[in-house]
Nanobody
Framework: QVQLVESGGGLVQAGGSLRLSCVAS????????MKWYRQAPGKQRDLVAR?????????ADSVKGRFTMTMSRDNAKNTAYLQMNSLKSEDTAVYYC?????????WGQGTQVTVSS
């Protein structure tokens, strides 16, 4: 099992920045990928960014050039970060972290990001 805890959400004005963190603990050796998703009210959950253990990253077109995802690892935990710059009102959503293991994808509880215009 892998446990995920997200933090860093909040209220920010348009044009501002936030940094989300996601700490993965438990059976971290099986994690091959970590992702950030977001879900706005009444909409589906969409993939925002992903990072593989070899460092490869991939971003949704809507956040390219504004968001940067990184991941750090030590013996006890993996931590994924999502640096969000030049935030827009349409970035408002609940952001979820996930960790992809050998057999399943694990999810965090989500953190709210609200961008005021």
């Amino acid at each position: 099992q892998v446990q995920l805890v997200e933090s860093g959400g909040g209220l920010v004005q348009a044009g501002g920045s936030l940094r989300l963190s996601c700490v993965a603990s438990g059976v971290i050796f099986e994690i091959v990928e970590m992702k950030w998703y977001r879900q706005a009210p009444g909409k589906q959950r969409d993939l925002v960014a992903r990072v593989l253990t070899d460092g490869y990253t991939n971003y949704a077109d809507s956040v390219k050039g504004r968001f940067t995802m990184t991941m750090s690892r030590d013996n006890a935990k993996n931590t994924a970060y999502l640096q969000m710059n030049s935030l827009k009102s349409e970035d408002t959503a609940v952001y979820y972290c996930s960790a992809v293991g050998y057999r399943e994808e694990y999810w965090g509880q989500g953190t709210q990001v609200t961008v005021s215009s």
